[in-house]
């Protein structure tokens, strides 16, 4: 990454994007790429949340997070540059770690509006063929709309994102309707607003030197005296601007991307082994057998959550031939499968687990159990449940040859 606040000027910009002259297949050439320019330095005043509104989780996963994994994902976009809010650099990076996001290249820090906050990352990107210029608070623009931006700038120069005006719309004054506009000709702008990158960093600049005050990019270029071509948006592309919005975008995303996931493992009891369940080291005159510490309850939740969101199973992941696992404790690997689950964007709703054993009573331990795995995963221990039962001696179980678990695991978002 480069995460240069300021680059002195051009040449010295397209050497540093560029590296080293003569390195033949690591010099980029950047005026044949497009690259997404992604603003999300505004306040969320309307939001009227504590913190920045990109910061915000829809269904589980920040906004910022969501708008960049669809440029992320999208392979027209070669790369992203990043406008952050004043102190708000370290949690930006921090998401690009958590979420695996790595076609960030650029960040700056952004300006008291949104016209001076596009200019600052215009000013700092490499000078590449197409920007398309994005509000980090529209997380729900989807593939099509991206790749209609990028097909609109190739063939004309710019495309910029609108949907048509549904509602009628009139001129009011001191509360009088003083004209009703003709709504055909009426459109709503959205983003990505796509164009040349030479023609809207020279359009920005003259902006800055000139004082406009514009509320979006299209109106920069339009004053500058370029043409300004739209493409079809989306009615879900909608920026989020108040609490309202908010829980629409929770609708569509949040319900609609519930997945579950089921888990079950059984291990044999056997001499001069720990009984280790949930973590909780079980007084018991034998323990699992296994590779692992055995801990046969937190398998069964691991396997829950990776089934849940189709991240395969404890065997593939943690592999018994790998001498790397044996005699780990379980709930080191858990908090992998927690990691590994947040990165893919899930957010765990609850687990319910049931550990089916004989003997020993297991009352008195389930909360403890409850708390590692809670404390594993990072979620609160009120999403995790541990129950037991016998098997009222039927079966490997109630013969005490052995222990099983099965877990039950529901989770939320997703990136896709
Ligand atoms: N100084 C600013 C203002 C806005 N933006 C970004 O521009 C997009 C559209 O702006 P808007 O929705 O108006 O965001 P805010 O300015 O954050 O909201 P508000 O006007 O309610 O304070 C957002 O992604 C916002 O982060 C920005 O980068 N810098
Ligand atoms: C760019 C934009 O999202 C297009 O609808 C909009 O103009 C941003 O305006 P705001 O005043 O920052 O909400």
């Not at 979620?379 to 039927?394: F, H, L, P, Y």
Request: some cysteine.
């Amino acid at each position: 990454m480069i995460f240069n606040e300021a680059i002195a000027s051009d040449s010295a910009r397209n050497a540093e994007a560029h590296g080293p002259q003569g390195h033949g297949a690591f010099c980029r050439d950047y005026e044949r790429e497009i690259w997404a320019l992604v603003v999300a330095a505004g306040r969320g005043e309307r939001m009227g949340a504590p913190v920045n509104k990109v910061f915000l989780g829809v269904a589980g996963v920040p906004v910022l997070v969501r708008t960049l994994l669809a440029f992320e994902r999208h392979p027209g976009i070669h790369g992203i540059a990043l406008v952050y809010g004043p102190g708000e650099a370290e949690i930006c990076q921090r998401f690009l770690r958590e979420f695996g996001i790595s076609k960030v290249e650029i960040m700056a820090e952004g300006g008291a509006t949104r016209q001076q906050s596009v200019a600052r990352g215009l000013g700092i990107m490499p000078r590449v063929r197409g920007v398309l210029v994005h509000d980090g608070a529209r997380c729900m623009v989807t593939p099509e709309v991206i790749s209609r931006c990028i097909d609109g700038v190739a063939d004309h120069g710019s495309a910029v994102a609108a949907v048509p005006v549904k509602d009628t719309v009139k001129m009011v004054a001191d509360g009088q309707v003083t004209e009703t506009l003709d709504r055909t000709a009426l459109w709503a702008m959205q983003t990505p607003q796509a164009f040349r990158y030479s023609e809207l960093a020279a359009a920005y600049e003259r902006a800055e030197r000139e004082g406009w005050q514009t509320t979006d990019d299209a109106a920069v270029m339009e004053k500058a005296g370029h043409r300004v071509r739209l493409c079809a948006g989306d009615e879900n592309n909608f920026k989020l601007t108040t609490p309202e919005d908010l829980l629409r975008a929770e609708g569509l995303l949040g319900g609609a991307r519930m997945r579950i996931g089921l888990g079950y493992d059984a291990h044999k009891l056997t001499e001069g082994r720990k009984l280790i369940l949930g973590g909780v080291e079980v007084p018991h005159e034998w323990g699992l057998l296994g590779h692992s510490d055995a801990d046969v309850l937190a398998h069964a939740v691991m396997d829950a959550l990776l089934g849940a969101a189709k991240l395969g199973d404890i065997g593939k992941l943690f592999p018994d031939s790998d001498e790397r696992y044996r005699g780990i404790s379980s709930l080191k690997l858990m908090r992998e499968v927690g990691e590994l689950l947040r990165r893919a964007g899930y957010e765990i709703g609850n687990v319910d687990a049931t550990i089916i054993a004989q003997r020993p009573k297991l009352a008195p331990y389930r909360e403890a159990m409850e708390k590692n795995m809670a404390e594993a995963l990072d979620v609160d221990e009120n999403r995790i449940s541990v129950k037991a039962t016998t098997t009222e001696k039927m079966g490997f179980a109630g013969r005490e040859e052995g222990i099983a678990a099965e877990a039950a695991a529901l989770i939320t978002g997703g990136k896709s």
